[in-house]
């Protein structure tokens, strides 16, 4: 069972330029949900969605895109990368809005 | 803005020491989970308390949900190396079936 897995791991990016985050679960998870945290914080929310098909935007969601064709897939999308984006990307999943997330390992993003 | 608020933000303690976190909602949760994410690494879930006034342990480690279901705390009793992380609370506010994350509190420990 892989659970929540994200590709790549570690990316650098220059500014201006776009790139797409992935995540997939294999839980059979309806709630998936994308989150940053700078160093030495806390947990961001970025986007969430409650089933294929359906998102919905987080605390901050500015700079974002996301889509959920599947219920197994929710890729994050950055259009125009900002030095300020430069974060760890977690994605998590849950089978409810209220029960225990799990996590990936993360995506640590540099843009330069 | 932050309705789960999560202190303290920092602990330093000596190994053996025992630890301390709270977590305080200014409404009501419907259930409340705690997580644990070692340096450098992604949360990980621990435990879950529903009903008011509930007390959970998992060895050293002992949760509590207050009567009002506005608070919590997780408890260490004599820590050691490997306790060293930033400890998570989330919340559900009441019954929204979303969860809340608090700021957490990050760990530190002496050997």
């Known amino acids: 069972n892989a659970g929540v897995t994200q590709t790549p791991k570690f990316r650098i990016l220059k500014i201006g330029q776009s790139m797409t985050l992935q995540c997939t679960q294999d839980?059979?998870?309806?709630?998936m949900y994308w989150y940053r945290q700078d160093p030495g914080m806390g947990l961001k929310l970025i986007y969430y969605?409650?089933?294929?098909?359906?998102?919905d935007k987080g605390e901050v969601p500015n700079g974002y895109n996301v889509s959920r064709s599947t219920t197994e897939d929710f890729p994050l999308r950055l259009e125009l990368a900002a030095p300020s984006q430069t974060s760890v990307y977690f994605c998590?999943?849950?089978?409810?809005?209220?029960?225990?997330?799990?996590f990936g390992d993360g995506t640590r993003l540099s843009i330069l | 803005g932050q309705q789960v608020m999560q202190i303290p933000q920092y602990q330093h303690v000596q190994e053996g020491e025992d630890f301390t976190t709270y977590c305080n909602s200014s409404?009501?949760?419907?259930?409340i989970q705690w997580y644990k994410q070692r340096p450098g690494g992604h949360p990980v879930f621990l435990i879950q308390?529903?009903?008011?006034?509930e007390v959970k342990k998992q060895k050293r480690l002992t949760f509590q949900f207050g009567e009002a279901k506005k608070n919590s705390s997780l408890h260490i009793t004599a820590t050691q190396t490997t306790d060293v992380g930033t400890y998570f609370c989330?919340?559900?506010?009441?019954?929204?079936?979303?969860?809340?994350f608090g700021q957490g509190t990050r760990l530190t420990i002496n050997p």
């Open positions: 998590a999943s849950s089978y409810t809005g209220n029960q225990p997330q799990h």
């Open positions: 839980m059979n998870h309806n709630y």
């Open positions: 409404t009501t949760l419907s259930n």
């Open positions: 308390l529903v009903k008011s006034g």
């Open positions: 989330a919340g559900d506010l009441q019954g929204a079936q979303k969860l809340v």
């Open positions: 969605s409650v089933g294929a098909g359906i998102t």
